[in-house]
């Protein structure tokens, strides 16, 4: 079967203010009843009351759900699906960041599918197509308002499972800059980090390729010259639209370079020790571009030089790929300046050769370019807690 090199199935409405086009959007769709979903966090914010009084005004009905949790786990999906057929609702808006956007798709997948969401981990083959899902992102980071993955917890286990959702992604996705202005300094800095770690697994992955190398060189460049804007200032509008922008179409490479060793040891890291996503794949960047340096060195020296570094011809392949790692760093801890993994107070008991086994059977770590063993693993978790 051919494989195609582009995929966006999302349509994308943008624009600064844009949220007040929902009602429009809405009706282009023909959904009359639709199902918030959002956490308690935006929940706090002005961010739903306006969006209530947006829908109010145009003569919409609605329900919601808020009971999102960082790290969405299976009950909440499973239990968001039984309240959304049990209301009669005809789709869905999420409201909200990474985690609200994953759990979302997650309930779109069991309003049209059998079972459990955890029934599908390994098994997306048999998930029937699931329309009806709007996606408003207030962060700019995982890019799941466009992406076919979704990351969710299984609580008893303590494990996060990637699910695909190919066939089961948003619809439509609604990217209003206005609704991150604000957003607090150290999730803006991580959500952003995230961005970075996409385009540069995507670039780097073993399903690279040229249409997908362009879009991540400008994700990177754009994530370096907007993000310390953003963080810095919180109402800086034209950084927040670039960088919202970026981690949509940071998504949609999920979908064709998709990601590989970082945001696996990212999602094991996390789900471990309840580090937030895009901080967690940020502290396992400069183990992963040191591992793969044997097979995308070119790659490596041309995001080195978009961070500042200046290579000499005669640098060797693990000269150019510490370089590189040295300089995100200094581009994660002094000019973005995000908390420090010791932020988290990591037991480290748990850094552990199960732990690098369960890093080895994510599906994702095959798309690595040089292959992954336990023993490379350890070696990078060595990196990443100790240094």
């Not at 808020?66 to 909440?76: A, E, K, M, Q």
């Not at 040229?210 to 034209?238: F, H, Q």
């Not at 960088?243 to 999602?267: E, F, K, P, R």
Request: charged share 20%; with cysteine.
């Amino acid at each position: 079967m051919l494989r195609y090199h582009t995929i966006q199935k999302t349509k994308v409405h943008t624009g600064r203010g844009s949220i007040r086009n929902l009602p429009a959007l809405l009706d282009d769709a023909g959904f009359k009843n639709p199902f918030l979903v959002y956490d308690q966090g935006i929940a706090q914010t002005p961010i739903i009351p306006k969006i209530q009084m947006i829908l109010d005004y145009a003569g919409f009905s609605y329900y919601w759900y808020d009971r999102i949790t960082p790290d969405p786990t299976s009950d909440l999906v499973d239990h968001g699906a039984a309240l959304f057929r049990a209301r009669g609702c005809d789709c869905i808006i999420a409201i909200g960041g990474g985690s609200t956007l994953d759990a979302s798709k997650g309930i779109n997948v069991m309003c049209h599918n059998d079972g459990q969401i955890l029934d599908y981990v390994g098994h997306e083959d048999r998930m029937q197509p699931a329309r009806g899902l709007i996606c408003i992102p207030t962060t700019a980071g995982t890019g799941s308002e466009i992406s076919n993955w979704i990351v969710i917890t299984d609580l008893d286990k303590g494990e996060k499972h990637p699910i695909n959702v190919i066939n089961s992604m948003c619809d439509y996705a609604l990217l209003d800059p206005e609704l991150t202005i604000g957003l607090p300094a150290q999730i803006t800095a991580a959500t952003g980090l995230d961005v970075f770690s996409h385009a540069f697994e995507a670039y780097t992955s073993t399903r690279a390729n040229p249409v997908t190398d362009i879009i991540c060189e400008k994700m990177m460049e754009t994530v370096i010259k907007y993000l310390p804007r953003a963080v810095s200032d919180g109402t800086d509008i034209e950084a927040r639209e670039r960088m919202q922008i970026s981690a949509a179409y940071g998504g949609w490479t999920l979908i064709d370079g998709v990601v590989h060793i970082g945001h696996c040891i990212g999602h094991e890291i996390g789900a471990v020790f309840h580090i937030p996503h895009g901080a967690a794949v940020s502290y396992a960047f400069p183990a992963m571009v040191k591992h793969i340096a044997g097979a995308r060195l070119q790659k490596i020296r041309y995001t080195g030089q978009l961070l500042g570094v200046d290579f000499r011809e005669d640098d060797s392949p693990e000269t150019i790929a510490a370089k590189t790692a040295e300089a995100y760093i200094r581009f994660r801890d002094e000019i973005v300046r995000l908390n420090p993994i010791s932020h988290y107070k990591p037991d480290l008991s748990r850094v552990n050769l199960d732990m690098a086994r369960t890093i080895c059977k994510d599906p994702l770590t095959a798309l690595t370019p040089v292959p992954v063993t336990q023993e490379d693993l350890m070696y990078m978790l060595y990196l990443i807690f100790v240094g």
